[in-house]
């Protein structure tokens, strides 16, 4: 019952922002990681940020300085703020989440969202 929406994707020009969310409901045990994650047409997906249950973050050395991921606790969101986009950042962006559905659950999963759509052209 984990459920994991993506929103905030769209069409920006080069050097626009753009502000992903990802609101997780449902019922999860632990979370070890969440992150984002991106897949252009005909690649595989790629790794872009993480943020540990602890706060730290990592970032994909392509969106460093660029982009910046956070929490919001209270509302149960994972965001990506998204700056000075270049075309090589369209894709669909995945949010994921890594950790234990229930007590019992023998180890971490990860959950996906659906995906929402990125397009930065002019």
């Known amino acids: 019952q984990v459920q994991l929406v993506e929103s905030g994707g769209g069409l920006e020009r080069p050097g626009g922002s753009l502000r992903l969310s990802c609101v997780i409901s449902?019922?999860?045990?632990?979370?070890?990681?969440m992150g984002w994650y991106r897949q252009a047409p005909g690649k595989g997906r790629e790794f872009v940020a993480q943020?540990?249950?602890?706060?730290?973050?990592q970032y994909a050395d392509s969106v460093k300085g660029r982009f910046a991921i956070s929490r919001d606790n209270v509302k149960s969101a994972l965001d990506l703020q998204m700056n000075s986009l270049k075309p090589e950042d369209t894709a669909v962006y995945y949010c994921?989440?890594?950790?234990?559905?229930?007590?019992?659950?023998?180890?971490?999963?990860?959950?996906w969202g659906q995906g929402t759509q990125v397009t930065v052209s002019s």
């Open positions: 449902g019922s999860i045990f632990s979370i070890n990681t």
């Open positions: 994921n989440v890594y950790g234990r559905r229930t007590s019992s659950s023998p180890n971490n999963q990860n959950y």
């Open positions: 943020i540990t249950i602890g706060g730290s973050s």
